[in-house]
């Protein structure tokens, strides 16, 4: 359990100061269903007209909070969302359908809304039933402490939905539509059972910005294709990711938006990408025994998506994580890595660079290659690796962590 | 290196007694190019009329002497074969290429064979350039000291073409085609980068059987299927693997096979099944790290090859072998497996044994589920899971070993 892992060290110093989010409300609270002395319970209220977006686990055991949000988005309208760590409520039959809809219910009537308007995410142990009623009889208290966002209610809620992770993960940003200020605020945890192409662990992020819900997700599903479908800890993939993107248009002055493509949603777009990027590489820095943060670039494949495919494999190779935590510069590791991706490579054009240094050109070693600045690069915190596959101009960059004792230590021991 | 690491806890407690293969002669030798004190070599000699097939590395990045084989099975005839460990002359460039042709050649000369006629393969170290001298300088001694392949000699055989291995790995099976005993031994190594879907690592199984080439394939490509390609200790597929099966035809008295559905070939095909599957299944109990081996059978998949594909999602899963490292039932995380695989699954149908106790069942755990007699099962050296995806009646087993702290160890120490 987190309580008794030291925060990693790729940690970040501080958690951030995120802004006020106007049209959100929070509360956490301490249900004691799992965890002792800590908020397990996030609820939150965004204001009559809030749209929202949202990229869900393509596990096929899927849970059922993540079938519910699944529905629940095609409304592209929230009121509510209600999130515990501790329970994943996943796999857990028709019951576990019957948690879902006990517990949204809670907060809808709080609300006084429809239940298909609140959102909801259960994280932890898979394949226990969650009693419903330790978590509704907090819906109440909670509802009554709840308070207009700001940089500690930020951080406590960041708090209350970590499982195995060392530290809390947010970030924020601050950006302009025309006039208006309009503010951004995200939270996220994670650290195993991390895999793309999935959507992530979970996120939640909070704009006061005023978008339609169709365009939200549409500034919202390449954002996550750049960010957390392009991390991985350990190529498993969890059956309740969940990343919802909620606008409560509450920032006042905000020009009318009808189009993604319209200019004046430049800098959001750019800040959106910032907070999604930032909070994905926060659960990379947070992957279980991480000691390394690993970013891999990919560039001449056939295209983005294959370029994507081979920055994956190489990042998913037990081989390779394992080499970067032997601070072993083992470039014939990602060869094999290149090789086994299964998209077109040519490995007599192949180059690798390592920290910026040339170690492999035309498909063997550089002549006369000096390991020692290599070597040096590998003892790092921050591991660069660039492959050119010689093919095309597909391109892209994802980031790992390395296979450490650490991982072992938690994962065969933990129950997760 | 191999000579650092004690043998495996799964290793078998002896190297079996292999048939003499008649037509067959083998002598193995010491070049010195990387490891000492023991040999490194192997060259065999099959008799004017053998036939040959083979599966290899679909890696994008695969080695020279992948390169070579793929062309030379196309002519479904061999003569001859060399092996080297210790340097497996991949991602070498045109000095590779090289590397292999003057190799290939030097056997030719023996044989006075067109070079098309002998195979060839490298074990070891990536990206480094193999003196082809070091080898070629070895090829007349060792051809002098050749002699009828033996029990002795299949033991020596499987031990020159070890690298990371802890034990030598070898099958044989005697069996009837008609009234004729036909023979047949097996060689293989592999320990890490082992992953299917991509042939093996080095096998090399020889028969005396006489069997046209095509036919040879015909019951060579399914037998692998079955074994190598359904096994896994990393995910990781090497740039090297490479599987031969040569048949002289030099066992006496065989009736004529023109098709491999000829019912005189049952008891062969089922040998040479068991055969590779005994092979396959030792190069899992030489997983890297190992402490477990595990057996993984997947039923009520859409198809066999969903089946396989589960059963393979379940086995790659570094949070699964981790549990089972751990003793640890944690059946959530077969789920997850399943989920991720991306084959169809019904959730609420989903039934899982482990040790052959059910824990789950429609979809959740069990009714009052004990987990007694379970924990005792995760205690033992081999683990059975079984998993039903309650679609259809595709069906697999496939093989692996957990992931442990040795896996860590080996890997961010050794160079391979």
Redesign the interface.
Known sequence: MSSELSPSPLAPARFPDLPAVAGVRLATSATGLRYKGRDDLLICEVIEGTTVAGTL??????SAAVDWCKKALVGGAARGLIVNSGN?N???????EQVVETCVSAVADQLACRPSRVFCASTG????QLPAEAIVSHVGSAWARMEDSNADLWHKAAKAIMTTDTFAKGAGQTVKIGDADVHIAGIAKGS??I?PD?ATMLAFIFTDAALPAPLLQELFSPAVARSFNAITV??????SDTALLMATAAAPGQPSIASAEDPLLDDFRQALDAVLLDLAQQIVRDGEGATKFISITVTGAETDIAARRIGLSIA????VK??I??E?A????I???????????D??K?AIEIGGYAV?R????VDGFDETPVAAHMKNQEIDISVDVGIADGRATVWTCD???G???I???Y??
């Open positions: 686990t393509t596990s096929k055991t899927c994943a996943a796999f857990t039959g028709k019951a576990g142990v898979i394949g226990q195993g059972m895999a999935m350990d190529s498993d993939t969890s059956t998913n190779s037990p081989l394992t080499a935590a032997g072993d083992n470039w014939g590791r060869v094999m890595a290149v090789g086994k991706s299964g998209e077109m490579a490995r007599d192949l492999a035309a498909g063997m070693a296979l450490t004792h991982y072992i230590s994962n065969a021991d129950r997760s």
